[in-house]
């Protein structure tokens, strides 16, 4: 009787881990989704303060992704999608946080970065890494990302100022010819 009751504890301690995952990543690309970015970003400005230091939130938007879609159809597009994480998770740090947000954008949260250098470091590595086609199903696509960077607490000390502003440099990347970086200013103008 024990070994049984033992049996639907474990059981039940594996629905409760799985329905948890499910809650806080996303079934496309097995990433954090927006509820769980918003968990570790909250965290990270809680504990930089505390700490007195700096990190970077950058948000990722894949270019003309949309194109792709809308000639290859959607299940090549979640391929790419799983893809595009795999390779933005091989740029960053395991302290590093990388989410997707849903569409073609993907957000980080970088803790504990106190140079820019650092930030710019990991900003071009994600851009070299889409610089190889990706290969899905034997065919031969290329994508390309723009990425808006914000650093805490220069650029805002609440999430939601942090992400606009990543937001505001991002559309700034994109402007300025994609698949490149851009850092969050004060003279950025909001589009």
């Given at each position: 009787?024990?070994?049984?009751?033992?049996?639907?504890?474990?059981?039940?301690?594996?629905?409760?881990?799985?329905?948890?995952?499910?809650?806080?990543?996303?079934?496309?690309?097995?990433?954090?989704?927006?509820?769980?970015?918003?968990?570790?970003?909250?965290?990270?400005?809680?504990?930089?303060q505390r700490n007195k230091e700096r990190f970077a939130v950058m948000i990722i938007d894949l270019d003309d992704f949309k194109k792709i879609i809308h000639t290859n159809g959607h299940l090549l597009g979640e391929s790419l999608l799983k893809e595009t994480g795999i390779r933005i998770k091989k740029c960053i740090r395991k302290v590093d946080t990388v989410a997707y947000l849903g569409g073609d954008e993907f957000a980080l949260v970088l803790p504990a970065v106190m140079r820019k250098d650092n930030t710019i470091k990991v900003a071009r590595g994600i851009i070299k890494s889409f610089h190889d086609p990706f290969d899905i199903n034997e065919s031969l696509f290329t994508l390309t990302g723009s990425i808006g960077i914000s650093i805490f607490p220069e650029h805002g000390d609440l999430a939601e100022e942090l992400l606009k502003n990543a937001d505001i440099a991002l559309y700034y990347a994109k402007d300025k010819g994609k698949n490149n970086f851009q850092f969050y200013s004060y003279t950025l103008k909001v589009f």
């Open positions: 009787m024990i070994d049984k009751e033992k049996g639907w504890q474990d059981r039940a301690t594996k629905l409760q881990k799985d329905m948890s995952y499910l809650l806080t990543h996303d079934s496309i690309t097995g990433l954090p989704n927006r509820a769980l970015f918003y968990d570790r970003l909250d965290m990270a400005i809680i504990h930089a």
